[in-house]
């Protein structure tokens, strides 16, 4: 069995399909996509953590037509290997250990409970709302925005560069949007290019001064590698969050027990975060390239052959997860590979467990009786899997 990336049916409901791929073994080539498919969770977890595959970057051609997109992504951690990625993630770690996180806690939860009195006061005005237009989408961007320090006055121009950028992750791009998206990420480089060169003489208390501060020795970020680093922070970490809490209110709402279940027991937050994290995965393919002859679950690899950890799929394997269809806020141990696992595992993941669960509680207490008000409008991509909007009402 195949599945097609742009069936609605299976975009609907992907999770059927990958069952049947799991049964069938834990690794299938798709000629669709061009790639070897991990559909198993030891399988994918082979595929993240395999030292004899990498994250090989290749330009977008003609790279002529996507210079910045491509320059983003060759100085991205996330689209390196040892020896630099290791250098990469030494200095970008050492300046998320300034404490980011702990700083931005408060502020996030205090931020998450605006976000939805904004969403309760739209749904007494009009009756409903869409839950992912007052909260999911605006708290990571701000958060993020906070973080890098991004004036306000600018913030509004940080998600329609995302939105943009993230499209050519999809398969079967249409050339438009190819071009929207080198739009965004050229006027997002250059955007932080001045961001960055204001911090050299004016630092604040944010992540790009101490992106731009941080030393190993004589070694430092060159401006490129800063860039990527703060690019890769606001597309990873609006489009996983926003997916995170709108994948998961969705299902939420339709599992009603386990909305109630967290409303009486809002102790169990912690894990209903890593249970939404799980149950509708907002990265469903993590794609990486064989640098020598390796296999992954018995299924052989040569050097530039291509294999896709099927993350989703991975979320639903009954060897590691019981009942892995029903939705469980309750649920420990919980081994989702949503952050990624090995060398790649996500630097920001404090981070977006802090947003997430600030955007939980403040749902819960707020608005416990929070309903659907209509069907949400689901997005046509695959690759990674979302809302267009979330109708609410009470």
């Known amino acids: 069995m195949v599945f097609g990336p742009r069936d609605p049916a299976f975009l609907a409901d992907p999770y059927p399909v990958f069952a049947a791929l799991r049964a069938d073994g834990p690794v299938h080539w798709h000629e669709e996509l061009g790639v070897a498919v991990a559909v198993s969770h030891e399988a994918c977890s082979e595929v993240l953590r395999n030292r004899s595959s990498g994250r090989l970057w290749r330009d977008r051609e003609p790279a002529s037509d996507f210079a910045a997109f491509n320059l983003l ?73 906070e973080l890098l320090g991004v004036p306000e006055a600018d913030r509004p121009r940080l998600q329609p560069w995302s939105n943009a950028i993230v499209k050519m992750y999809e398969y079967g791009l249409p050339p438009a949007q190819a071009g929207a998206a080198e739009d965004a990420a050229s006027e997002f480089v250059d955007y932080l290019r001045a961001l960055a060169a204001t911090r ?135 081994a989702h590979l949503g952050f990624g696992a090995g060398i790649h595992y996500c630097v920001g993941a404090p981070l977006a467990r802090v947003e997430i669960a600030a955007a939980l509680e403040a749902l819960v207490t707020e608005l416990p009786g929070l309903r659907l008000a209509a069907e949400p409008d689901r997005r046509p991509e695959f690759v990674i899997r979302g809302l267009h909007s979330l109708p609410v009402t009470i």
């Open 200 to 334: 050299v003489s004016a630092p604040g208390p944010d992540l790009i001064s101490d992106l731009v501060a941080v030393r190993d020795g004589t070694d430092r970020l060159t401006d490129d590698e800063l860039v990527g680093t703060a690019v890769l922070l606001l597309m990873a970490g609006h489009e996983a969050t926003v997916n995170v809490i709108g994948n998961g209110m969705l299902a939420l709402l339709t599992h009603r027990s386990e909305w109630e279940r967290l409303i009486a027991s809002p102790s169990l937050l912690p894990t209903a975060v890593e249970e939404l994290i799980r149950f509708d995965a907002p990265l469903q393919l993590f794609e990486r390239t064989a640098t020598a002859p390796t296999t992954v679950a018995g299924y052989a690899l040569e050097p530039g052959d291509r294999i896709a950890a099927l993350l989703g799929a991975a979320a639903r394997d009954p060897e590691v997860f019981e009942s892995p269809d029903r939705l469980d806020v309750g649920r420990s141990p919980n």
């Open 73 to 145: 992504h060759q100085n991205s951690l996330l689209e390196n290997e040892p020896p630099r990625h290791t250098r990469l993630r030494r200095l970008i770690s050492a300046a998320f250990a300034r404490g980011h996180t702990e700083r931005l806690r408060p502020w996030v939860r205090s931020l998450s409970s605006s976000l939805v009195a904004s969403l309760s006061s739209a749904i007494e005005a009009d009756g409903a709302a869409d839950l992912l237009a007052h909260v999911a989408a605006p708290l990571p961007v701000e958060v993020i925005a």
